[in-house]
């Protein structure tokens, strides 16, 4: 009789989703705004024709998010502040998944190249005050900016079981992060409400909307894009399916194209690259694609598009293990990536010796450079700056780059 019952309510919710759906309005395009070809094609041009050892090119920094005493650390996230400064988000406790965990904050100061003090954002105490319910965990925080100029940061909670009963909750600030109203949590099922998780960044709608990848780890290991007005989840669609694709990174392409790269969890005996979805209608519904061919091992990607039109991707790129971290460039007139820079390489050690580098997360301040964060061995966040001269080096030597053809366009 129980599985009757339960039956019937799955044919129910299975009515009630079809029919909410079938009633969906449309949404609004992307916001984008195109790279200027002539200008880059100018640019590279320009960076070709000069002896490169000539250049004045300031070298990559290197530096460590602020000690917070903790024995553990990870998920850290950025975003740009008005000032120009950049403020970071991760989480660190006795271990991931403690009761101890909390999530911190800091603020990068490009003019000294320094970190401010942490300070705690949010912990489990204050997240079960503010939402009423009890909380096991968290995890994960990504921030947004709002097209209202407010900060909103999502984050993980758990409250039964691991990650896999996780919901994303969220917070604002219209302080640029320096206090934080009480957190509510995004209902994102009708039902149970359970394994919806965050982990990269939010995209922008032409009508200011946020749209949020999102992910499930229950069941199916599954990507999600949520369409996002003022903390509520409005909508949302299915971009991948069954048990090999999570963590969803969006690249928008134009106001209707964008591509989803995957962390892939796949049985064994499938390829380890990284899972590829499209959409032509601005994210209201995704086609699975061909792989990237691009070595993957069940690890976060990041990636970012700069004002060029010039795409960045950080990853692991071996097939097994987190010990090797590579940035990836790949220019306007091609899809084809290539290595410009190996950030962290342990493969010459013993297994035993190996550190983890993971999580890896990108932002660009002005839309020429980047900043990365990511988790290195569980112990310490390293951060990384690459100046926009920098990186239009780097784009000028990307041997898949036809100069003569983009030179030809700018002519025309």
Known sequence: MSRVIALCFLLLAAVIGF?????????AP??????????VAEEVVATKSKDSTKLSISAPLSNWLPDTGAASVHAASLIALKDGAVRAFWFAGSREGAAD???????YDAKSANWSAPTVVIDRISAEKGLARYIAKLGNPVPARLADGRLQLFFVTVSIGGWAGSSISAISSDDEGLTWSNPQRLVSSPLLNLSTLV???????????????????????????LRIDAGQVID???????????????????????????????????????????????GQSWQQSDDLAIANPNSAVAGLTLNNGARILVLNNIENGRYRLALLMSDVKSDRWQIVEVLEDDESLPDAQRKEFSYPYLITANGDDAHLVYTWDRKKIRHRYFSGGWLK??????????????HQEVQQ
């Open 19 to 27: 029919l909410h759906i079938d009633s969906r309005p449309v949404w």
């Open 393 to 406: 080096h780097a784009l000028s030597k990307l041997p898949s780059l036809d100069v003569e053809a983009l």
């Open 199 to 225: 982990k990269s960044p939010s995209v922008i709608f032409a009508d200011g909307l946020l749209g949020l990848p999102a992910y499930h780890e229950w069941i199916g290991r599954f990507g999600e894009f």
């Open 236 to 282: 949302k669609r299915r971009m991948s399916s069954g048990r090999s694709a999570i963590q969803p990174l969006v690249f928008v392409n134009n106001a209707q194209d964008a591509s989803a790269y995957f962390r892939q969890t796949r049985s064994s005996s499938l390829p380890k690259q990284i899972p590829v979805s499209q959409t032509q209608n601005a």
């Open 30 to 39: 992307f916001m984008v705004s195109a790279p200027q070809l002539d200008e």
């Open 101 to 107: 965990v909390s999530i911190y904050s800091s603020v």
